[in-house]
């Protein structure tokens, strides 16, 4: 089997950004360069709206975080890599408008919102499938979902699965934004389908 043939079905895209911010939380120095800045992304930083969601400051934080996301990434890149690049860059650039729009937040870090997004569109995938069982527990887990950030729009901590240090707020507008660009996507491929 050649090596073109072994690498073919791996998950590469998910590992390389797995990769990449677990180096930028190794490096808080090149972090700082892209992370989510209010005020140095309205002045032109455009990069931010998309590497502040591979930068973590918290390494409990960002092992939950990553393992959701090399998960859902490599279950999605497995099955489409290009709705897979959909979700990733949709959740990332709704998540950021939405931070701008709907927040204070001067700053944000974390993959939860790209997490989010390639959750939502997961769910409505599955939900496709034959069964009505199968969809009642998928759509089950599509409410909790709602829920939960629901709960974090209403200052509420839902379901936190590592600490937080003080002072670290949950960015629920990120997580809705990054749902429904998950949402999007699932959609506008079966349309085209």
Same mark, same amino acid.
Do not use: N
């Given at each position: 089997?050649?090596r073109?043939?072994r ?6 895209l998910?590992l390389?950004?797995? *990769? !990449?911010?677990a =180096?930028l939380?190794?490096?808080p120095? /090149? ?15 455009c990069?931010?709206? =998309?590497g502040g969601? !591979?930068?973590?400051?918290? *390494? ?8 959701v996301?090399?998960?859902?990434? %490599? ?13 990733? @860059?949709?959740? $990332? &650039? =709704?998540?950021?408008?939405? @931070? ?14 790209l997490?989010?997004? !390639?959750?939502?569109?997961?769910? @409505?995938? /599955?939900?496709?499938a034959? &069964? %009505? $069982? ?6 089950s887990?599509? +409410?909790?979902?709602?829920?939960k ?7 509420h901590?839902? @379901?936190?699965?590592?600490p /937080?240090?003080p &002072?670290t707020?949950? %960015?629920?507008c990120?997580?809705? $934004?990054? +749902?429904?660009?998950?949402?999007v ?6 349309c085209?389908?």
């Amino acid at each position: 089997m050649s090596r073109a043939a072994r690498t073919r079905g791996l998950p590469w895209l998910t590992l390389s950004l797995l *990769a !990449l911010a677990a =180096l930028l939380l190794l490096a808080p120095t /090149l972090a700082a360069h892209l992370r989510f800045e209010r005020e140095p992304l309205l002045a032109g930083e455009c990069w931010r709206a =998309l590497g502040g969601h !591979l930068v973590h400051e918290q *390494a409990a934080l960002a092992a939950v975080d990553l393992a959701v996301f090399v998960a859902l990434g %490599a279950w999605w890149e497995m099955r489409s890599r290009g709705a897979y690049v959909a979700i990733l @860059l949709g959740s $990332a &650039g =709704l998540a950021s408008i939405a @931070l701008l729009a709907f927040s204070s937040f001067a700053s944000y870090v974390g993959s939860s919102a790209l997490s989010s997004g !390639l959750f939502v569109a997961a769910l @409505l995938e /599955l939900m496709r499938a034959p &069964g %009505a $069982a199968r969809r009642w527990m998928l759509s089950s887990a599509l +409410g909790l979902f709602v829920a939960k950030c629901v709960l974090e729009s209403l200052g509420h901590d839902a @379901l936190r699965l590592a600490p /937080l240090e003080p &002072g670290t707020r949950v %960015a629920a507008c990120a997580h809705w $934004a990054g +749902g429904v660009a998950g949402a999007v996507v699932v959609a506008w491929r079966h349309c085209r389908s």
